[in-house]
């Protein structure tokens, strides 16, 4: 052999990474595919519908053998088919001479009538009723995909007005008015100050949905609107508009700004057509939750509000008559008050209300009279209330979403309670270790939960108030699946790089998985703070969590954990661990999991790690081959948040945190002092110089959640520190990529084959 070969040998050999030789499996990817997957499972939970003031409920479900419907009857311990498929599907083809699958009816909307007896469903744009006591079928008419929609009628709950808006502006319409007469009840809506829902949309003449929601008296309605005119633009050009590309304009209110969203809330009285506006005015910059009424009177309207460094938060209540209003409670917290999870539930028209807050370091529930004075705590202890779920008034009990009560159980696992509001009698409705759904019926007496863990398939199950087994509704059916030759991921536990907080994890293999052999691991991210990227239940087709399953079967160990400061299910202390470090808190947990994993198994190649996500995954991705150059080999960056100095302002401001400074300002006004916000946000382009590994960055071309130019500003801090990196911007596509998701997953297997196994495949076609 040449010399001069031998060298160009021992450069590939030296350069190649340390799985080279072994080619990706992508036709066992292929198999496992989301496309193909798809066709391998049904249904995974029941879906309760409700009937009229009733504890019975009808739900549809698909197994190996079609789809069926099934009518419940709680009391009566009975389940049965809602109708025969074989019957139906002929009933059907009498009515419209078409042929249909029996065991496949693609029925949609069905909804049953007032009495509970018939109803009605939607086939093939046919609109059919149906009497399942006189097993009579009847089409009612053919639906015309043209004709106007309702969406934009809010009816009244008494059922006889109609609000809606046109041209930015509120109106009112009687139910019955077979003319359709318009009361105009504003003359002062405009884009960007409307009193439609959609504030940015200019339909001249066009009936849209407002803004407004009735009082359950039906007498007034109230509406937040949102003044965002002085709010800074920002521009988009979908470059596939017909026939021109166009340019898309909308509010994007940014860290640190001094033009935020101004808020007002006002009330409107039906009968005198006059308008109230609640007096909210408190801090000079500030943000007004969504308001709540009681549920007889309309007399008074509740509403929450926060200081823009999110840490202050009043409950106040006023008078919709005057617009006066008082607070009611006030609460401080450091470093923020998680406004997301604020709750309050009325008792008695507002005699009574029930509070959530952190102030023990968890979440957990209040008891307060109706002038604000603490009446008792609800619940106490080292776990996590997470949401109310019902509140029965007569019984004096509330139910709620909880983590982390029991012991060394999975502290993400959702479980359901019940309490007294006294705080007495506390009960666990669902106690099979799992994570558990909750979707009770009006009365309270009964409730359905669907169970499962990612190694449990669900299980839906009746259960009654005290939370005991009524009746077993449906399992889902994995015959195809296992038969397929699908195994279920495995769990793992480690510790974060403090070496005391424990960290919970989801690792996928290869299901040829050889323990002789050694794999890359590549970690699906997403840093939260808002939710961790760690599947906690059965459902296989669902969000970014998808990809892992066929990724892994390329040839590579999958793994996903949490990190501190990524959930609010733990805690407050948890939860705000990475306030105002939001680029790089994430990061040392990451590796200190994934170098803990390869400690314990040999087939881990701990010099081959990978790492993608998308949104604050594709900035957690793209930022752990800059903090860590020399641990993470590779990247698959998707629409990241590079630049949270131009992500939107409440995430930024929230967990990075904004600091109020007096400023003097001299401009043409004069000189006076104002206050200012600053926030201290880092950035992945101020470290974009520590790129080592290779980097793949896409985004959607007219991404109106992360702007691309948080993508753009990364590639042009990459191209002036002189960095190779791969980039491509998807056209049309928003934060989501619709039907490009197929091409972007192909798009990661062959990056991370190429870059963690060395299996370089030049073809231009990337479907096998």
Known sequence: MKRSNIAVLLFLLWTAPLGAGEKANFELAEKWSTDNLRKLVGSHAVAPHWLHDSDSFWYSYKTTSGIGWFRVDPAARRKSPLFDNQEMA???????????????????????????????????????????????????????????????KQLSPDKKWIVFAKDHDLYLMKADDESEQE?????????????ARDDNEDKPGERVRSAATWF??????WIRRADNRRVGDLFLVHSLGDPRPTLQTYKYPMPGESNMPVHELMVFDVASRERVVIKTEKWPTQAIGRGFTAEKSSDRIWFLRRDRTWSQVDLCVADTATGESRVLLSEESRPYFYFQSAQCRLIDDGAEFVWWSERDNWGHLYLYDGEGRLKNRITRGPFQVDRILELDEKARMVYFQAFGMKKGADPYYQHYYSVGLDGAGLKHLTPEDASHSFDMSESRRFFVDTYSRVDLAPVSVLRDSQGAVVMKLQSMDTSRLEQAGWKPPETFRVKAADGITNLYGVMWKPFDFDPEKSYPVIVYCYPGPQSEPVPKTFFLLRDQRVHNLPLAQLGFVVVTVGQRGGSPQRGKWYHTYGYGNARDYPLADNKTAVEELARRHAWIDIENVGIYGRSGGGFMSAAALLVYPDFYKAAFSSCGNHDNLIYNSSWGELHYGVKEVEKTIRDEKGERTEAVFEPDITTNPEIAANLKGKLMLIHGEVDNNVHPANTLRLADALIKAGKRFDMMIFPGKQHAFGEYTRYIERMMWYFFAEHLKGDVRTGTDIYH
């Open 216 to 221: 359950k008296s039906s007498d007034k309605l």
């Open 90 to 152: 002929g009933r059907i083809s009498t009515l419209t001479g078409k042929a249909y699958n029996a065991a496949d009816l693609p029925i949609k909307a069905l909804e049953f009538a007032e009495d509970n007896r018939e109803f009605t469903f939607e086939l093939d744009k046919m609109k059919f009723r149906f009497d399942p006591a006189a097993q009579k079928l009847e089409l009612l008419e053919k639906i015309d995909p043209k004709k106007p929609s309702d969406a934009w």
């Open 183 to 195: 009361i105009r009840l504003t003359e002062d809506g405009e884009k960007w100050h409307s009193f």
